[in-house]
């Protein structure tokens, strides 16, 4: 169809539809609670509704996908590029009632912030702001973020932790017209997604109880009238990219590639599994922790998640490290990323200073530490060719082989996290976004006839 079902268009370059950007002054105000809320809302009412996560997430997007019932990809302008976002959007724009793009972190904070993405795609934004200990304040901080950069639009605040009734009079009565009090959401730690160490709790582990806060906060929302307000707002014109997207290569046709997923491994990017599937892997999934063999496959991937949770189960899936200790040895292609590259290491250590025997394809010892950690976007910049990506992790690695390359940071001259190869193993804590360079991705997971030689890709 040509435009969503609200807003149709006649014209197949463009698409209208509703759209909001959800953001907030800063982290940990309730993006994610807001979001999952109003999707869950919206999809009771019998709408389409699509969610994006703006930056480098696993978790959220799970989340959001299990609210809203539709997938959800990510949106960011550097990892990504904007022609990929243009295209994930106009899609969307084209069947979507309704589409709601969540910020990371402060909406200005970062190159490129949320700001910027709601900036390039003319989203309004809505800002979130946990308003406990303050009223008029509040008014204030959003007025000033709304006056902060000319080429955002801020549609309103949605003040979560309220306390009263009296606490909101106070907010609304000091916030200027432009800048409507749309919503407010009580101090209910009912409403809250559980959290643990690198984000929220996985939606697998909790499905259920993540049903009754979905249906709790949307039952909040829709007694504000909150969808009805957003649906009135002017619909955003999403224009399908000047060039057409290239097609990425069928490169991996007649390659089966085993993907570890489980609670120990789950922090996979949609985008990267359509990437390979369009490529024509075949994709097989199976479970390090378990499962007692590898499905019949050229090669493995091993993404990052909690390794850490489900050590001692790791290490007593002796026939699981064997079947992976005997596919190395084999030459065949194998790429982990974060947790997958402690999962290789000899042994992990978790935050009960338990230690625990890991797969040993890669001489080293990996230990959890406090909740200082890395992060930040980087390029990889492989014998195959550079991939963009980025780290995110609270452990250290000790007693590692030399490293092929590091990542090289986004704007920071300092190197970045160290890339392994041993065999055609290539691991490292950083997570690789695939739809960045495809032709590169594609050769990290074929086997390359014996005696072949790899040569780096020019400029890589």
Known sequence: ????????????????????????????????????????????????????????????PLVLAQASGQPVDQLD???????????RLFEAARDADLIIVEGAMGLFDGEPSSADLAARFNLPMVIVMDVKGMAQTAAALVTGMANFRDDVTIAGLIANACASQRHRELIESALPDTLPLLATLPRDPELALPERHLGLVQADEIRDELEGRFEAGARVLQTAGLAEKLMQLPPVTFLAPVNETTKPPRALDGVTIGVARDAAFSFIYQANLDLLQTMGADLRFFSPVYDSELPACEALWLPGGYPELYGSQLAANHPMKAAIQTFFAADNPIL?????LLYCLETLTDYDGQTHEMLGLLSGQGAMRGRRGCQGMQTAHLPEGPIRGHAHHRSVSQGTPDPIAYGQRQRHPAPGEAIFRERRLTASYLHLYFPNNPAAVAKLFVKEPAGAERQPIQGA
């Open 336 to 340: 982990a990323e974060c947790g997958g």
């Open 77 to 87: 302008l550097w990892m990504a590029g904007e022609a990929y976002c243009r295209q």
């Open 1 to 60: 169809m040509e435009g969503s079902a609200t807003n149709p268009s006649t014209n197949p370059g463009q698409a209208l539809c509703p759209a909001v950007f959800i953001a907030a002054p800063a982290s940990g105000q309730g993006k994610t609670t807001v979001t999952a809320a109003l999707a869950r809302l919206l999809r009771n009412q019998g709408k389409i509704v699509r969610v994006f996560k703006t930056g480098p997430d696993y978790l959220d």
